[in-house]
């Protein structure tokens, strides 16, 4: 069912193995337009991130949409190279992609974002499933941002769930937590796609084999890119399989998954040196008075998500050529 009015959407991210599904589900998803990708420090480095954007935009059929070159460390700090241990030497597993021969455009991604934020006032969506380091130099730059762009939906974060970078602290914030306190803060509509729901939705071996064994060239090479990320998930839950994280935050966005509870709180980010650092500190204090409203609150924590997300993103992953 094709949307009548797709709406625009920006992507951020760190191309990564599971950025790669969220791109793919935003290419394929008929809700969703997709208008542009920055790409961010984190899985690897951001010039890594952008040839793999570039790839993969063109095996899927979008070789028009724009990528742009972000951050290439925290905004306090360095990059200390990326997750080779999950996402392989160059943020596809083990796989070389085809080579699209396309380069990043010669703008920052905060450059794009506030581009695209104006062209598209008060439609535009920002999907962000990396640090927070783009969107943070975005709001700088254009501080009317949260006046112009429609939401916000991040991967990030975790609010009752155990950190995955440290008892407390997700990856995506912990590796910039002043910049993700800057998103945070802003008073845009947010929606945080936490480990509380990323963690405990998981793309198994059949669901891998769907995206094989389906004609599409696309899914097939995501097929082939989840093999090392399995691997690296038996340590974390004793079998191969994989978390949803990007996924999950793009098929939100894009309207495909409804979470069931995602209650409307105050959310703070830990930025101090202690052993809280990037903890996402969300006020769920009313959790079992049906979480009533919190004034000046504008950040929707997703907690539960009612049905199965796996088999959905087959469906649309399958649809690329
Ligand atoms: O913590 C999970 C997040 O960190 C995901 O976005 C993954 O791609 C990595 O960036
Ligand atoms: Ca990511």
Redesign the pocket.
């Known amino acids: 069912m094709n949307s009548p009015n797709p709406h625009p959407i920006y992507l951020d991210c760190?191309p990564?193995v599971?950025?790669s599904l969220a791109l793919g589900y935003l290419v394929a998803s008929p809700a969703v337009r997709l208008v542009g990708v920055g790409t961010v420090f984190?899985?690897t480095a951001v010039e890594t991130g952008a040839k793999n954007a570039c790839d993969w935009l063109a095996l899927m059929g979008a070789g028009d949409v724009p990528v742009a070159i972000g951050a290439k460390k925290p905004s306090n700090g360095e990059f200390h190279g990326g997750a080779a241990w999950i996402h392989g030497d160059h943020g596809t597993g083990t796989v070389t992609l085809p080579e699209s021969g396309s380069t990043p455009v010669d703008r920052s991604a905060a450059e794009l974002l506030v581009d695209l934020a104006h062209r598209h006032e008060g439609e535009l969506q920002i999907v962000a499933?990396?640090p927070l380091t783009n969107l943070a130099e975005a709001l700088a730059l254009e501080p009317r941002l949260p006046r112009l762009v429609r939401r916000v939906t991040l991967?990030g974060g975790a609010a009752l769930h155990p950190g995955?970078i440290s008892p407390v602290t997700?990856?995506?914030v912990g590796k910039d937590p002043e910049s993700a306190r800057i998103v945070f803060a802003a008073d845009w509509p947010l929606t945080m796609v936490g480990l509380d729901v990323t963690m405990r939705n998981t793309f198994e071996e059949e669901h891998r084999e769907a995206l094989r064994a389906s004609g599409s060239r696309s899914a097939h090479h995501l097929a082939d890119v989840l093999d090392f990320y399995f691997d690296f998930h038996i340590d974390v839950y004793g079998r191969r399989c994989s978390a949803l994280?990007?996924p999950l935050a793009a098929a939100i966005a894009a309207g495909g998954i409804v979470p069931t509870l995602a209650p409307t709180v105050a959310v703070d980010v830990d930025d101090t040196f202690g052993p809280g650092r990037g903890q996402t500190i969300c006020a769920l204090g009313g959790m079992h008075r049906g979480f009533p409203a919190q004034e000046d609150a504008h950040c929707s924590v997703a907690l539960e998500i009612g049905t199965p997300v796996a088999p959905h993103l087959v469906d649309v992953l399958t649809t690329l050529p």
């Open positions: 760190d990564g599971d950025d984190g899985n499933v990396g991967m995955n997700e990856a995506n994280h990007d």
